[in-house]
């Protein structure tokens, strides 16, 4: 049965991740039917990729760094303090989280780029430095760190470090002693997490970083859509995948050390009113960071998409219906939003039937070799390049009986790539959790295995199925690495049509831009603010 289960999301993903990122590695370390590895050698040689290594690297270092000297600080706050707006706050913070990076570098230009609020108020410009990078790396990760290390911090019995005090040990002592021990595994885990997506940067840093700064996901991109040059894109292929491998191994290792026994409690009963001045400041100063590294961002982003030259008001909204006669679209810009609604709702579809396959075999009793392979095969799509899946579905998807290049259902398989690993870790622990006797019942009393899962199965796991849709429909929604390449002209993405428009001069071109990323943001928050009142657990992790 376990065997039957993994068997479409196998095929699945053969089909639409392993044979396109072998076919362009294939393509660019091939000559005349021969390898060429000596390829590798000479890009990784190169002093202009040694470069993009080293900054992909050490800016990935250095905004999980601070990104986790930020929020650890937010995740005390929302773990252990209980304050008025608290659950619509945790929303807020998530939103970032569901953005599309498009729309996240969008936010910081219209804060620290030309004419942003910096430049308007101290002359001061920050986008094609490394701060802008750094600083949107932050507001795209502070979820990440809230909810995994926060979800855990609540549910640690505060008389554990209670008694290590009443045994002698000072305040810092008891929660260095008791309590950081016990949050480890959950801090190295957001530190993994937010590291990954660090290093994978695509749009964040297409947008802010210019010219200069360069990950090995936008060099990939430059490789392979404007020089055309696929030994080297393949080659950084490789290294991509290979750096994202381990970190991947590493992330399992870390969950697994997070499985040991811990006594949790219910959440409920751990958070407090503030007691005293050191905790109102710490709730202050979180609220204040809150304020001015999400919150300021996103009214910047709505505040300059209705700010025309003849006032405050919808001017840039309603240019969007405007038919493309300016080279960037061939169809009116607000015919975006409807393409990206349906591609998300068909990439759901396959994300959810793909992922609740691949979440029921692994629930299965029994662990291996062979299921954590699938397992990590399965959250692969994160961090391989969406560079290169997008360019591999043009080169291998091309010739019957797969001819796709001209279909629409191109972008939500690339889509749903993106969401499965979503869909399979927010449905296994449901899956696990249910009880296998009731099966076993409702087949003794003649239920089929179908109407089985119809009637056991599925009233327990409706709500996560219903969380995991509504995240799977979040990243497709704002999927831009793999869109950018096999989006039509004519039937062009929201993240594929900001940034086209962002690439082009003018303050209309810039205002439509603001106006797509902030009707993009709000679908994504609406989004998040159905999920928050279906969420399945009250731990606050992903």
């Known amino acids: 049965m376990r065997f039957a289960l993994m068997a479409l999301p196998l095929v699945f993903f053969a089909l639409f991740f392993a044979w396109p990122v072998a076919a362009i590695v294939g393509r660019g370390l091939k000559a005349d039917g021969a390898w060429q590895f000596g390829r590798i050698t000479e890009v990784l040689g190169d002093p202009d990729i040694g470069h993009v290594l080293w900054f992909t690297t050490w800016q990935a270092l250095a905004s999980t760094a601070l990104t986790l000297a930020i929020a650890l600080p937010g995740a005390y706050v929302f773990a252990r303090l209980d304050f008025p707006g608290k659950q619509l706050l945790r929303a807020a913070v998530t939103v970032p989280f569901v953005l599309p990076t498009v729309v996240v570098g969008t936010a910081f230009l219209a804060l620290l780029g030309r004419g942003?609020?910096?430049?308007?108020?101290?002359?001061?410009?920050?986008?094609?430095?490394?701060?802008?990078?750094?600083?949107?790396?932050?507001?795209?990760?502070?979820?990440?760190?809230?909810?995994?290390?926060?979800?855990?911090?609540?549910?640690?019995?505060?008389?554990?470090?209670?008694?290590?005090?009443?045994?002698?040990?000072?305040?810092?002592?008891?929660?260095?002693?008791?309590?950081?021990?016990?949050?480890?595994?959950?801090?190295?885990?957001?530190?993994?997490?937010?590291?990954?997506?660090?290093?994978?940067?695509?749009?964040?840093?297409?947008?802010?970083?210019?010219?200069?700064?360069?990950?090995?996901?936008?060099?990939?991109?430059?490789?392979?859509?404007?020089?055309?040059?696929?030994?080297?894109?393949?080659?950084?292929?490789?290294?991509?995948?290979?750096?994202?491998?381990?970190?991947?191994?590493?992330?399992?290792?870390?969950?697994?050390?997070?499985?040991?026994?811990?006594?949790?409690?219910?959440?409920?009963?751990?958070?407090?009113?503030?007691?005293?001045?050191?905790?109102?400041?710490?709730?202050?100063?979180?609220?204040?960071?809150?304020?001015?590294?999400?919150?300021?961002?996103?009214?910047?982003?709505?505040?300059?998409?209705?700010?025309?030259?003849?006032?405050?008001?919808?001017?840039?909204?309603?240019?969007?219906?405007?038919?493309?006669?300016?080279?960037?679209?061939?169809?009116p810009p607000i015919e975006a939003i409807g393409n990206s609604l349906q591609y998300a709702l068909a990439a759901t579809a396959i994300a959810l039937v793909v992922g609740g396959l691949a979440a029921a075999a692994l629930a299965r009793r029994g662990t291996g070799r062979l299921m954590r392979s699938f397992d990590a095969l399965l959250m692969l799509p994160l961090g391989v390049s969406a560079v290169t899946v997008g360019f591999g579905f043009l080169i291998t998807l091309d010739k019957p009986p797969l001819d796709l290049r001209t279909s629409w259902i191109l972008v939500p398989l690339a889509q749903a790539l993106v969401g499965t690993p979503f869909v399979v870790r927010i449905m296994l622990p449901v899956l696990r959790a249910v009880d296998g006797r009731l099966r076993e019942a409702a087949a003794v009393l003649g239920a089929s295995p179908l109407r089985a899962w119809r009637e056991v199965d599925l009233p327990l796991v409706r709500r996560a199925l219903l969380v995991a849709a509504g995240f799977a429909f979040a990243v497709s929604l704002g999927e831009f690495g793999a869109t950018v390449f096999i989006a039509r002209p004519d039937h062009p993405t929201l993240p594929v049509a900001v940034a086209r428009l962002l690439g082009r001069a003018g303050d209309l071109n810039y205002g439509q831009a603001m106006a797509l990323s902030t009707i993009l943001m709000v679908v994504c928050a609406v989004s998040l603010l159905v999920l928050e009142r279906i969420r399945t657990d009250r731990g606050g992790e992903f």
């Open 116 to 331: 942003g609020l910096l430049d308007q108020l101290w002359g001061v410009r920050l986008d094609t430095t490394v701060w802008a990078i750094l600083l949107a790396h932050v507001f795209f990760n502070y979820a990440v760190v809230v909810r995994t290390v926060g979800g855990l911090w609540s549910q640690l019995d505060p008389r554990q470090e209670e008694a290590a005090r009443v045994l002698g040990a000072s305040r810092l002592a008891a929660w260095r002693r008791v309590t950081l021990p016990a949050l480890g595994p959950a801090v190295a885990a957001a530190a993994l997490m937010v590291f990954l997506f660090t290093f994978t940067s695509f749009g964040v840093v297409q947008i802010l970083g210019g010219p200069t700064f360069s990950t090995l996901e936008v060099e990939i991109y430059r490789q392979t859509a404007e020089l055309l040059d696929l030994p080297t894109a393949a080659v950084l292929t490789i290294v991509q995948f290979a750096a994202v491998g381990a970190i991947l191994a590493v992330h399992a290792w870390t969950v697994r050390r997070r499985e040991s026994a811990l006594k949790l409690v219910d959440p409920a009963q751990t958070a407090r009113r503030p007691r005293g001045a050191a905790q109102r400041v710490l709730l202050g100063s979180v609220l204040a960071v809150v304020a001015l590294l999400i919150l300021l961002p996103i009214g910047v982003l709505i505040q300059r998409s209705l700010d025309t030259p003849d006032g405050y008001g919808f001017g840039y909204y309603r240019a969007l219906q405007a038919a493309g006669d300016n080279g960037s679209f061939l169809v």
